[in-house]
């Protein structure tokens, strides 16, 4: 036979033995029976094992979301409920949270009626809210303040107001709230801002920290666009306090609702560490309709906060106009402020400024009644919710006995 026929053949009968071979090593049916129930037996014993993980995780996540706390918010502590502190449960349904602020100040001042030296626990807040539903919460605050009532203390009721969700982009609120009007009138929480004192322009001018009974909405008009508008309680100042904005305030006490103001506010954020802002405010009548002598009064306000880097910078004008012989008589129909306010941090935890303050509020006039304040100082946060603080002052009043050049010293804290 010739080779080129063996070759074939040989082949074939190899193929055949390997074939017995394999099928002799191939388990037989009772085998792969067991083979197949412990498998199944494996199957069963990873799912028991899989649920169980499942249920750890969720329950440890409950726990968590118990007792979380998030990382702090650049300049303010309640811009959305919950997103600072950690929620219990509480009534029927929803989250209640809990939180506050506070700061105690040193002040070593030179008058001319003397030296002032004073340490006063200035305020400390609790702040409460709830969360009935994803769309519906409260927010509230209660400030102390001079920890005693029995003197310069008081207690008050800064914030008590519902707010609802229309939809993802626009909410409406109503109770007591923060005109929407500034810097430091919604967000004055210590570790937020430079300075012991909160600044004289927006003291006595917005007057900071402004808040009234009424209804509002707010959202955003498109990206990096927001708005504020709202319908609330009014001024009521007159001849007796020279028409001055701060001592109008009602505080939403018994409050004369006889002439409403009214309050709107545009701002872009639309690049990343800016915000520029303008507020306007209309009433007909501050003084409620008891001075025949008074008018409208307008009030207008823009400011700019840059971030790049380490720099910063803040810069805010407000002016008030009041028509009327009334105001005008004292000069307080026109009451204006601004000042700016460089900064720089020199690492994370330790950053310096400086700020100029000018104020009138009795402008309309030729008297000498502006005022002007210098500042340079430091704060130093060993932890993002809390802040040491100190500033130089001196100032700079026309035709006035009460400048007051010296030192300040404060701590602050925000939870």
């Given at each position: ?119 006063d626990f200035h305020r400390a807040i609790l702040f409460l809210g709830h969360q009935f539903s994803d769309d519906i919460r409260f927010f509230s605050e209660i400030e102390y303040e001079h920890a005693d009532t029995s003197a310069n203390g008081a207690v ?209 006039n030729g008297s000498d009644s502006e005022k002007k304040e210098y500042q340079i100082g430091l704060s130093y946060w060993p932890h993002p919710d809390v802040v040491l603080k100190a500033d130089y002052q001196t100032q700079d009043n026309e035709n006035s ?15």
């Amino acid at each position: 036979m010739k080779l080129s026929m063996l070759t074939p053949i040989s082949v074939t009968l190899a193929a055949l033995v390997g074939a017995q071979a394999q099928a002799a090593d191939m388990p037989s049916r009772e085998e792969m029976w067991r083979i197949i129930q412990r498998q199944q037996h494996e199957i069963e014993t990873l799912k028991r094992q899989q649920q169980s993980t499942e249920e750890k995780v969720e329950a440890t996540g409950e726990v968590l979301d118990s007792l979380q706390t998030a990382a702090p918010a650049s300049g303010t502590v309640y811009t959305e409920l919950g997103a600072k502190h950690g929620p219990f449960e509480h009534g029927k349904a929803g989250k209640t949270v809990v939180g506050g602020y506070g700061e105690l100040h040193y002040n070593n001042l030179d008058t001319d009626s003397g030296n002032k030296k004073e340490i006063d626990f200035h305020r400390a807040i609790l702040f409460l809210g709830h969360q009935f539903s994803d769309d519906i919460r409260f927010f509230s605050e209660i400030e102390y303040e001079h920890a005693d009532t029995s003197a310069n203390g008081a207690v008050e009721l800064e914030q008590a107001y519902l707010e609802f969700d229309l939809n993802d982009r626009h909410s409406a609120r109503a109770g007591l709230f923060l005109v929407p009007v500034g810097f430091l009138n919604e967000t004055h929480e210590p570790p937020g801002f430079y300075g012991v004192e909160r600044n004289p322009v927006e003291t006595n001018i917005i007057p900071t920290t402004w808040w009234v009974g009424g209804a509002a909405l707010k959202g955003e008009l498109a990206p990096g666009w927001g708005y504020d508008l709202a319908v609330h309680e009014g001024l009521d100042t007159g001849a007796a306090s020279n028409y001055a904005v701060r001592s109008g305030r009602q505080k939403t006490s018994e409050a004369d609702a006889s002439d409403l103001a009214a309050t709107g506010r545009i701002k872009w954020t639309g690049i990343a560490g800016v915000e520029v802002a303008a507020s306007v405010q209309y009433q007909q009548d501050v003084t409620q309709g008891q001075d025949a002598g008074a008018g409208n009064a307008w009030l207008y306000e823009a400011h700019t906060d840059i971030r790049r880097g380490r720099f910063g910078l803040r810069a805010l004008y407000a002016l008030w106009d009041l028509d009327g012989s009334g105001p005008a008589s004292v000069g307080a129909d026109e009451q204006k402020g601004f000042y700016i306010e460089p900064s720089f941090k020199v690492t994370p935890k330790l950053g310096l400024f400086a700020r100029y303050n000018q104020w009138d509020n009795r402008a309309g006039n030729g008297s000498d009644s502006e005022k002007k304040e210098y500042q340079i100082g430091l704060s130093y946060w060993p932890h993002p919710d809390v802040v040491l603080k100190a500033d130089y002052q001196t100032q700079d009043n026309e035709n006035s006995s009460t400048e007051e050049d010296g030192f300040n010293l404060g701590v602050g804290y925000q939870f």
